[in-house]
């Protein structure tokens, strides 16, 4: 199979956003700028590394935000494997189509939590060159109703087992997690690493980071101690008094964590109907380039690292 090879992007300097350790908010609105946030107690991410992608709202970008890291580290020359643990939408296995061998049983995320394969049993390439993809559907739900035993430890100990099998088949696995808090989502959690939150620049999504918050405390005090908030980034976002406010809060909240705008573009939306990453799709939108660089600050190259 001939997979697509994504591109680096090396944009002009002036299509990249600042980063700075702290906002100045006597900056005049008329003077201000998007910028990363990237205070003095975060640290950047080693690979390997499991990340999920999680916000209970919908719309939030979160699928999108998933395929473009995901994009982003691949083109930087990492092994990638993205698991879609959304049996809502199912978006990014629609997106970052699966590529089926033409012969034997056809597994997703649904038969690793009952233990009908192993995780890399479950993995199929996709047709972009370093990305590989567990792929989900409709039939996730039934972990949600039938609630197999370990459940919520089931794709922790799933991963687990390929560690013990020696040297990890990827450098970074990104979970996309359905937008609510169900027990698919708590095993995705409890999988990771590190959580990665997409926050759309809106009063609604405001709200529900308080209940996000919960469970993500809730998950670090009772089955994964080691799971931190990485970055928070703020998507569709654009010049306004509320874009300010909500970024000042969720530097409040998660202060670790890496506050990253990621400008509203109308090519993002198209993207997924090309069945491409926006990088590949798009590549001089703004949302392509915001998405390489939250990346890179997230987990750095390998001769940046």
Known sequence: MN???LPSLDGPPGDRL?????????????????????????????????????NQKGGAGKTTTAVELAAAWAAAGYRVRVIDADHQEAALSV??????????PRHSLRSVFFDECSLAEATYPTLFEGIDIVPSGVDLARVEYERPIGAEQGLAAA???EAKAGTPAYDVTVIDAAPSLGLVTV????????????????????????????????????????????????TAWDKSDFARQLASKVS???PEA????????????????AEQPVR????????????????RVILPGRAAA
């Open 3 to 5: 997979r697509i090879a």
């Open 18 to 54: 600042e980063i700075v350790s702290a906002w100045n908010p006597e900056t005049p609105y008329q003077l201000w700028r998007p910028q990363i946030l990237v205070p003095a107690t975060f640290r950047p991410a080693a690979a390997p590394r499991t990340f999920v992608v999680v």
């Open 95 to 104: 997106w970052l189509l699966p590529q089926y061998p033409n012969e034997g």
């Open 159 to 161: 991963l687990a087992d």
């Open 187 to 234: 095993a995705a959690l409890s999988a990771s690493d590190e959580a990665l939150v997409p926050v759309k620049v809106g009063g609604l999504d405001m709200k529900g980071m308080a209940s996000l918050h919960k469970t993500i405390r809730s998950v670090q005090r009772k089955t994964n101690p080691k799971l931190r908030v990485g970055s928070v980034l703020l």
């Open 252 to 254: 409040e909240d998660y």
């Open 258 to 273: 890496a506050v990253i705008p990621i400008r509203r573009s109308v090519r993002a939306s198209e993207a997924p109907l």
């Open 280 to 295: 590949l799709y798009a590549p001089k939108s703004t949302a392509s380039g915001d998405y390489d660089q939250a990346a």
